[in-house]
């Protein structure tokens, strides 16, 4: 007889012929709908093994409701789309409905893949249309990245030329970074609920926890590159003066290529060139008589550094 150990179940081990079997809970199999003669997805994980039923589940639909504040409304449409909803109904009443699709609308621009498939009177249902096959982690991780990238290029040229066209880059650049990160932590957190679909993705554990850190830092670095152009369209930080801005770029640029490197193709030898790198940064962003704008952007560099060295160390946790 299995004995229960609140939400685990310790179970023997059996013989049959040349395989050893273990029993499944009943209540699992009866609420994922398995029987006798079905198959299973079985994941090894490092000494764990991981049992999922080889259908993604199915559509998941979630109900919301206006209460009193529509703010709070549209916070719970966020919410539900980064748990991994794949249909959010909201009813409202009549009188809200055009405010309600207006906020909607523009709600859609930062939610990726979400879309209206029905609006009504009192209600209208979102519904996600992007395949998590057809854009996976790694994908949005590389475009993230990419992103990053341009806006680190795009805000130290813009503190030499305060170019307008170069400014408006650097705004749309950041809209689409927003987005990525959006769904990706959508995919990320759904694969952690569902094993099924992890393994259809390709992603152990560690990588899932890997990319969700990796996203953030780079969300957080396309953030500090559009505040360093802003500090510079407001002309409180005067371009070049007090910093020696090619080597500072030159040194960045290049640690943001490093630290991708490592996390993705697991290169541990390059996280101490990005921390030689980092230091030498570090010597050149304290030089003295900086005034207040000009420490502002100093600090939005260093920021940017030291994420580039987190992305990078996110592969020593894998040695050994």
């Known amino acids: 007889m299995p004995r229960e150990f609140r939400s685990r179940t310790l179970r023997s081990l059996m013989r049959s012929g040349g395989s050893i079997v273990v029993s499944l809970p009943k209540s699992w199999l009866d609420a994922v709908k398995l029987d006798e003669g079905d198959y299973v997805v079985v994941e090894v994980a490092g000494s764990s093994l991981i049992i999922s039923p080889t259908e993604v589940e199915e559509e998941r639909e979630v109900k919301l409701r206006f209460e009193s504040d529509l703010r709070a409304l549209i916070d719970k449409i966020v919410a539900a789309y980064l748990m991994g909803w794949d249909s959010i109904r909201v009813a409202f009443p009549r009188n809200l409905k055009e405010t309600l699709e207006r906020e909607i609308f523009y709600l859609k621009e930062r939610l990726m893949g979400l879309e209206i498939v029905e609006s009504g009177q009192a209600s209208i249902t979102l519904r ?3 395949d998590p096959m057809e854009l996976k982690p790694l994908e ?6 990419k992103l990053s990238d341009d806006m680190l290029r795009y805000s130290l040229e813009y503190a030499g030329e305060r170019d307008l066209e170069l400014s408006g880059l650097i705004e749309k650049t950041e809209d689409d970074m927003d987005r990525l990160y959006f769904y990706i932590v959508r995919i990320l957190r759904k694969s952690l609920a569902n094993p099924a679909l992890a393994i259809r993705l390709g992603l ?5 926890l890997d990319y969700r850190l990796a996203a953030y830092f780079l969300e957080n670095i396309a953030d500090r590159a559009f505040e360093i152009s802003g500090l510079i369209r407001a002309d409180e930080a005067a371009p070049g003066k007090g910093f020696e801005v090619e080597k500072i770029a030159e040194i960045l640029l290049e640690n943001h290529k490093l630290s991708m490197d490592a996390l993705l193709n697991r290169r541990v030898e390059v996280v101490s060139q990005v921390k030689r790198n980092l230091e030498e940064l570090m010597k050149l962003l304290t030089p003295p008589r900086l005034r207040g704008g000009q420490l502002r952007v100093r600090d939005a560099l260093l920021s ?9 160390s996110l592969t020593l946790p894998r040695l050994g």
């Open 304 to 312: 940017i550094a030291d994420m580039q060295y987190d992305i990078a």
């Open 204 to 208: 152990t554990s560690v990588e899932i």
């Open 140 to 145: 949005v991780i590389r475009r993230m990245w």
């Open 128 to 130: 996600m249309v992007i």
